[in-house]
């Protein structure tokens, strides 16, 4: 008999209000419920969790928060815990105006209209990895498909780097994103020494005119980039390229899983795909969360924040707030207005948004148009990544393979 994760219910309420934890397997596997009712109990909860840190759980406070970078801060890092680090993720570890100098570096070349010309490369990619696994009628979708497609992706059409080096480089990135996990730190060194010898190699080949010879020739204030620099902007362009929209296909076909409605609506109507992209990554959004640091003290929620205060913006709980969004929990492609936070918001608001809707759009399109009945393989119990993102460590399906659409 088919096995799906079901919920337990959310965790107790002592636990949301004084004892949140957001590196917890518990909550990755209950985040819905969980964050539902923080949102109810403590939308600006005080967790004495690492040192201690707020949570911020409804919409209207994320997006204050995530917008007010003069109090919560970025510059300080990502995390509310003591996060191994060796060099900045820039932009996002940095405030304006400094974060403004390296995101003009990197947004140019994520445009709708650049990234438009990578849809029959990317269809293609799709095509080739569909191939290997479809007449087999089962795999495990996160290897067989969600991690190797946006990786690959990135490789060959934003970097330029070896596509034969992909598993190593997405290894260090998943195991340097949890910041409790006990090879974060040589995973961040890996990854450090990776892109240093990335970058040496791209300094001895001809330039190509893309974003990695962009960051490589910048001047910051006057002055030439330094090599961290260069490093801090590669290494955030890596992490944002492999973990998320490889998150957001595993969610997505977590959720086809437990609601095959959605693939046969899709299936039939595959002009609402782009409008079911923006719903699927509201409600399942693979970018959970981030921290900020308070440098100046405030009111959130009516709470009192103090400076140095960590905050956790909860992205993914706003996401479901139903102040802001009729039937949260239901996907919905016709919704009037769909302002989710999957991509963040804010000064920080990703930068790779076209690139992950371009990819999560043709993956739909060509996934669904070749396979049908997808479902769970039998005794399946899903468990999830946890941390700031989320995603199915796993994913064994069954499927059908749809005739005459190959």
């Not at 079901?6 to 209000?17: E, H, I, K, L, V």
């Not at 994320?62 to 060099?87: C, E, F, N």
């Not at 490369?121 to 089962?138: S, T």
């Not at 290494?235 to 973990?243: A, V």
Request: glycine share 6%; charged share 25%.
């Amino acid at each position: 008999m088919e096995k799906t994760t079901s919920a337990a219910g959310p965790m107790p309420d002592d636990w949301c209000a004084h004892r949140f934890d957001h590196l917890s397997a518990e909550l990755a596997a209950n985040m819905p419920e969980t964050m539902a009712r923080m949102r109810e109990l403590c939308p600006v909860a005080h967790s004495e969790a690492y040192g201690g840190f707020w949570v911020v759980a409804g919409y209207e406070d994320v997006l204050a928060a995530a917008q007010d970078w003069r109090t919560y801060s970025s510059a300080h890092g990502l995390s509310v815990t003591r996060a191994p680090t060796v060099v900045r993720n820039l932009p996002v570890e940095a405030d304006p105006p400094e974060q403004r100098v390296f995101k003009r570096l990197v947004n140019p070349y994520f445009t709708p209209a650049v990234v438009a010309g990578w849809t029959k490369p990317a269809r293609a990619l799709v095509g080739r990895l569909l191939d290997e696994f479809l007449d087999d009628g089962a795999c495990e979708f996160m290897d067989a498909f969600a991690r190797p497609f946006p990786s690959l992706a990135f490789f060959e059409l934003v970097l330029g780097a070896p596509p034969a080096e992909v598993p190593r480089v997405a290894h260090l990135a998943s195991r340097s994103s949890v910041p409790n996990h006990p090879e974060a730190r040589e995973c961040w060194l890996g990854l450090y020494d990776w892109i240093k010898d990335f970058i040496a190699a791209r300094r001895e080949q001809p330039p190509r005119g893309d974003v990695v010879d962009a960051v490589l020739g910048a001047v910051i204030d006057g002055r030439p980039i330094t090599d961290d620099e260069i490093i801090g902007t590669v290494q955030l362009l890596i992490l944002g390229g492999l973990e998320t929209t490889a998150g957001a296909l595993g969610l997505m076909f977590h959720r086809f899983c437990r609601e095959p409605e959605i693939p046969a609506l899709l299936r039939a109507r595959p002009e609402l795909i782009p409008r079911a992209v923006e719903e699927l990554l509201r409600l399942d959004p693979p970018f959970v969360s981030v921290g900020r640091t308070v440098v100046r003290d405030a009111e959130l929620g009516g709470r009192t924040v103090k400076e140095g205060d960590k905050v956790l913006i909860h992205w993914a709980s706003a996401n479901r707030d139903a102040a802001e969004f009729a039937d949260p929990d239901t996907f919905d492609p016709g919704r009037e207005r769909n302002r989710h936070f999957a991509f963040g918001v804010g000064p920080h608001r990703c930068a790779g948004s076209n690139l992950a809707r371009l990819n999560l759009r043709v993956a739909l399109e060509e996934t669904l148009r070749r396979m049908d009945d997808i479902a769970l393989a039998d005794d399946t119990e899903v468990r999830f990544h946890a941390g700031l993102t989320r995603s199915p460590l796993a994913l064994p399906i069954v499927f059908t393979v749809r005739t005459g659409t190959s």
